[in-house]
Each structure stands twice: as C-alpha cells, then as structure tokens.
C-alpha cells in the first residue's frame, strides 16, 4: 500500500510539473455583423455581454497574422465559461460553406448545457433557428457512458454549429444538476474533428498537458441524426485542464473524416474558431511547437493588452488537423 501511494505521489508531482495549460478559456469565432450575433447569443441563449472592444495595431496584426486589422470583440458569458466574437471590421472574410458537414475537419461546435431539453428546444423554434439535427436525440441505453444525454446541433446566424446538451443525474460534470431555475447553464465543451485521435492526443496531453478524461464509441440511428451523417460511427474522447470546458475529439470512423481544413484559412473566415488557452512556459511552447512543424499563425510571439485589461504574452498556433489554439501567458500586473 505505501509502494502504492508513493507512485501515485511521484505521479501527481509529475503532473503538476507538466501541465503547460491551465485553463481553457474563451472558445472565440469570427462573425460578419457582430450586433447580429450579439442579439442571437443575449436572446435566444441567455448569454451576458461582458466587454465590448475595438482593438488594433501591430500587436493584433502580429498575432492575427493579417495586416491593417480593427476588430471589435465582444465577450459573453453563459454560468462560469465564456465565448468571445470577433468582428473584422477591415478585413473581408468568407462565409462558412452552406454544405459543411459535421464530419468535415473544420467542423467546430460549443456544447451548451441545458436543464430541460424540451423546453430548450422549444425556444429555438420560437426564433426559427436552422436545425442540424434532425432532432433532439436520447442516446441508447447500449452506449454506457453516454446513456440518457440528449443532445441537438443547430446553427447561428452565421452557420457556426452549435449543440444544446442535457445531463441527466450520474453524466457529466455535478455542477450540471444545479440548475438555479436556469434553463441554459453554461457550456460543457467545444468539439473538434480530428483525423486521427493518437495525432490529437500527441499535440493536446503530450505537448499541452490537457488531461484525457474519457471517451466512447458512438453509432447507430440517434447518432446518426444527431449529427445529421448517414451511418455514422465515431470514437469520442474528451479532455480537460484544471478550469474551464472540455475539449472534445470526433473522430468518424465511418463513414470517415470529411474535407480538410482548407489550407488557405485566414482569422477573418467565419469558420475560424480559436479556443484561448491560459498557459504557462509560453516561449518554451512556441520553440517547441515551432520545431515540431506545427502551423503558427502570428509572426512572432506577442505581447498585447487583452480586451479585458491585462497583459499578455500570446501566439496562435494550428494542431495537426487545422483548429487554432491561442496561447496566453499573463504577465504580472504592476500597482
């Protein structure tokens, strides 16, 4: 027993040492009329604006990875997590394509927790949003560790996908069954299509230090029309640093992994989505990262002010598959 404990000791110490993110923080995306998606996310989902910014100069620039930017980004904020739109102003970017799949490797969502999935559904009807699924689906007492959620994909105003999910007792986190009267509670996960989840897992546990907490392997006729795929199978596996939502893989076995992230993709396309992970080490993470081929968006490693007042270091860096991540190191405050 003492063997025991000493190797689970070692493991801990291990771990603490190193974990580099810290936090999952906003999961951002581009939109194309921010006072649109603002009024979207306030009225029909509960969101709260908590900051309204216009941000530029060389420090954006360098981040982006785009010349002569203004943004303007807004912050909302659902229970605990937060989401956080981008409006270029000075850039024109393109539209999500009408015919994107969920299997496509661009494919993004934000998993919203709901207390009651009827009553939820029923309020998207009421402002005509465009479904994805066909339905809201139960999933089957066959798949263990998924049995009883339900869950329905829909899209915003500027087609980025979106998933209401429900917790019954004994599934997801606990906080999820303390419903206050809230019909919309927070946001559980975003999740990413992935070509290969050992690829996935190298890049977001072997680099990053986000921890795997589970996983499944979903298929069969509510998964189907869920997502809204023709015989659809995936392995799902979730991860999760010390705060924040998850970060969930689907990778389609069948019928397989769709088109690929295109490989011209700008900040200021519509289906940029960049999920902010608060860090530690950043400049040990970008040499690492940057020696190992993976694609950094900004020129350099930057250091801006946040729309939220702090200091930071940052970079914004593509995983194997596509999906952007942006660093940040805050830096400590003076009086």
């Not at 069954?177 to 919309?184: A, E, I, R, S, Y």
């Not at 991860?239 to 990778?251: C, D, Q, S, T, V």
């Not at 950043?282 to 940057?290: D, F, N, S």
Request: proline share 4%; aromatic share 10%.
């Amino acid at each position: 027993m003492k063997r025991i404990l000493i190797i689970a000791c070692i493991t801990l110490i291990h771990w603490a040492a190193f974990a580099q993110v810290k936090q999952v923080d906003a999961i951002g995306f581009t939109v194309k009329d921010m006072n649109r998606s603002v009024k979207f996310y306030s009225e029909v989902l509960g969101f709260k604006k908590i900051s309204d910014k216009l941000v530029s100069g060389a420090a954006y620039e360098n981040l982006q990875g785009l010349f002569g930017l203004q943004m303007r980004i807004v912050r909302l904020k659902l229970g605990d997590e937060c989401i956080e739109l981008t409006d270029y102003l000075t850039a024109g970017g393109r539209s999500i394509p009408e015919d994107q799949h969920s299997n496509d490797l661009f494919f993004q969502h934000i998993a919203i927790v709901v207390s009651n999935m009827e009553k939820a559904f029923q309020q998207l009807q009421k402002h005509n949003i465009e479904f994805v699924s066909t339905a809201p689906q139960t999933l089957p007492v066959t798949n263990l560790a998924a049995a009883g959620i339900k869950a329905f994909y829909f899209h915003d105003p500027d087609n980025h996908n979106l998933e209401l999910i429900y917790f019954p007792k004994g599934k997801g986190q606990p906080k999820w069954q303390q419903q206050n009267g809230k019909l919309f509670l927070g946001i559980d996960h975003t999740a990413i299509g992935v070509s290969n989840t050992a690829d996935s897992h190298r890049f977001y546990h072997d680099i990053l230090g986000i921890d795997k907490k589970g996983e499944s392997w979903n298929k069969g006729t509510e998964q189907e029309h869920l997502n809204n795929v023709a015989g659809a199978s995936l392995h799902i596996t979730g991860y999760r640093a010390a705060k924040g939502p998850g970060i969930e893989f689907l990778e389609y076995l069948a019928p397989g992994p769709g088109r690929p992230y295109p490989a011209d993709s700008r900040t200021d396309d519509c289906w940029h989505w960049q999920t902010t992970l608060i860090v530690k080490n950043i400049a040990q993470l970008y040499k690492q990262l940057q020696s190992e081929n993976y694609k950094i968006l900004s020129s350099q490693l930057v250091q801006l002010h946040t729309p939220d007042g702090k200091i930071a270091n940052a970079f914004i860096v593509r995983d194997q598959d596509g999906h952007a991540m942006l660093l940040m190191e805050e830096l400590p405050q003076t009086p």
